[in-house]
């Protein structure tokens, strides 16, 4: 079986669930521009201003989660040998917008990181696969083509014709068990309906058994999402107790008079990583309990309502996040209702 031609894919984003995609997310590095090197302009800022780019996603705030994925990276390495009990499997799980996708990637990242550096180099290895959990999988055809598509192989007889696409099980196992793939993150799986858990669970039970390969599931309520489909073939462990999913949680970052160190250490982070001609350090820490009326404490918000404000300030001249400017964006929540009548 072979790979289809690496397309020209020069201006275009790929997302992590293909192969060309999550070695771009492995080799990415953020580093902050140089204030020095770009200096203030009566001029309006294009686009490809490099402080706009950089504030369009900045680098990634290390929460107690993501410190915890690095960790479970290198368990989940150091249990992934032969074992007769079979691979072990893992849920990230938390509510939305929390950043658990950050997390299931990071577990990736690290992952990967830990075999290039343990092992030769190989460009054909293939550690990690990511993928999205399909929408209404009614048989193992649906259930292969997400893990073709991270491969890049063509699942249809003739693209050009549109025909069906056909089952890739036996060249996706193929390929994982010859390219050393270990792990799969698999995002998505709240979206599968109740009914739809036996076949997507079967589905990775086999390619888990067949390839002895660990899964990560992602999404809000993942551990019961995948303990319930577990429940479907034995009988219901007790609560807390043998058979459920070790489960890494990833939660909203409390902030309140008690307890706000946590909180405090993510906006430093933010505030440190600004490139703004007028910022200081220690001014959106002076604004954390704003951000934290605005977010929840929620770190996709969150970092949105951070770039965005920066990135506005560039255009406007500001170049400082001020109260105001926060309350320009429309990321976050808000005290007044926005669509509340006039």
Known sequence: MSFSETPDVTGLFLPPTTRLGWQALLDRVIDPPDLAACPQSEDPVGPDDPRLRYHATMRTVQTPALKKA?????????????????????????????????????????????????????????????????????????????????LGHRHTKDPETSQRSTDMTGPVCHVMKTRGTR?????????????????????????????????VYCGPG????????????????????????????????????????????????????????????????????????RTGGYMKPLSYLVCQSAQEAIETGIEAITEELLDNQLVGCFDDDPLRPW
């Open 183 to 215: 792990l799969v993150l698999v995002d998505g799986v709240d979206r599968l309906d109740n009914s739809e858990l036996k076949t997507a669970f079967d589905y990775f039970g086999y390619i888990a058994a067949e390839c002895n390969v660990s899964f």
């Open 70 to 150: 690095v960790a479970v990276a290198r368990r989940l390495w150091l249990v992934g040998g032969p074992r007769s009990e079979g691979p072990l499997h893992l849920a990230v799980d938390g509510p939305g917008e929390t950043g658990m996708t950050t997390v299931l990637r990071q577990i990736g990242r690290a992952y990967e990181g830990i075999i290039r550096d343990r092992l030769p180099a190989d460009p054909k290895r293939i550690p990690v696969i990511h993928i999205n959990t399909p929408l209404a999988p009614g048989s193992k055809l649906d259930m292969s083509i997400p893990f073709a598509e991270f």
């Open 222 to 293: 993942s551990r019961e999402i995948v303990n319930e489909a577990r429940r479907g073939k034995r009988p219901e462990p007790p609560d807390g107790g043998a058979g459920g999913i070790p489960t890494l949680a990833v939660s909203p970052i409390p902030y309140s008079a008690d307890d706000y160190d946590l909180f405090h250490q993510v906006v430093k982070a933010l505030d440190q990583d600004l490139r703004l001609h007028h910022h200081r350090p220690g001014d959106l820490l002076k604004l954390a309990a704003r951000l934290h009326r």
